[in-house]
């Protein structure tokens, strides 16, 4: 699996003001888009999510964002070192995405931008 970077996971409740700040701080802009009920604002390595409680409880439990090359590999890999697959692979708007629980408990979300239509 070919790890390409990780995105930093933060829930918000005022998105516009934390989209404000992330910009002053990175100097890029935002690329948003709605996910399940929840916005989603990208700044750099950051991914800001607002939405629903009942929404944010679940994402809360994941703790980064993983960019691969290729999510077929990764999962492959994941598989191979023990890791347990909750969800996907599926498609999003920037690509396809899964969910993997490795044996230490933690949870991380792997993508790549392979968009799939």
Partial sequence: MEILGTTLRICVDDLEA?????????????????R???SVAAIG???LM???ESELEV????GATIAVKDVDDAEAALNRA???????????PAGR????LH????????VDRKVTV
């Fill in 18 to 34: 934390a989209v404000a700040f992330y910009q002053e701080l990175t100097g890029t802009e935002a690329q948003r888009f709605e």
């Fill in 36 to 38: 399940g009920g929840v």
């Fill in 45 to 47: 390595c950051f991914l």
């Fill in 50 to 52: 607002s939405g629903p």
């Fill in 59 to 62: 994402l809360r439990k994941v």
């Fill in 82 to 92: 023990g890791a347990r697959i909750v969800a996907g692979p599926v498609p999003t």
């Fill in 97 to 100: 995405n899964l969910i993997a």
């Fill in 103 to 110: 044996p230490d408990g933690s949870v991380f979300e792997y």
